[in-house]
Nanobody, 122 residues
Framework: QGQLVESGGGLVQAGGSLRLSCAAS????????MGWFRQAPGKEREFVGY????????IYADSVKGRFIISRDNAKNTVFLQMNSLKPEDTAVYYC???????????????WGQGTQVTVSS
């Protein structure tokens, strides 16, 4: 399995936007469903959303639906998480992960990045 490396995290004010990227060194990147998860301080890691191998309609957690958009560029082995209208409760470490099937369950994801910190100030 190749490496997944997230980038783009940082500090943003509430209402602002950030775009996270996840670059994969895996040459068969296009074969994987790509998911995003997050873990807030003192909380368990939770599902944010996933995108299918071909970039078809994505699935999102209710907490981010309508604000976050996942996209991918298979030619560049990269998946993105566009986060708009950010709220303080979006503060977390964000992880990208790869799976071989459509799933919201962490256990189905077989390869994980190291995470990138997103902090939303009020």
């Amino acid at each position: 399995q190749g490496q997944l490396v997230e980038s783009g995290g940082g500090l943003v004010q509430a209402g602002g936007s950030l775009r996270l990227s996840c670059a994969a060194s895996e040459p068969t990147f296009s074969r994987y469903v790509m998911g995003w998860f997050r873990q807030a301080p003192g909380k368990e890691r939770e599902f944010v959303g996933y995108i299918t191998t071909t970039g078809g309609p994505s699935i999102y957690a209710d907490s981010v639906k309508g604000r976050f958009i996942i996209s991918r560029d298979n030619a560049k082995n990269t998946v993105f998480l566009q986060m708009n209208s950010l709220k303080p409760e979006d503060t977390a470490v964000y992880y990208c992960a790869a799976a071989t099937r459509w799933s919201t369950a962490q256990n189905d994801y077989i390869n994980w990045g190291q995470g990138t910190q997103v902090t939303v100030s009020s």
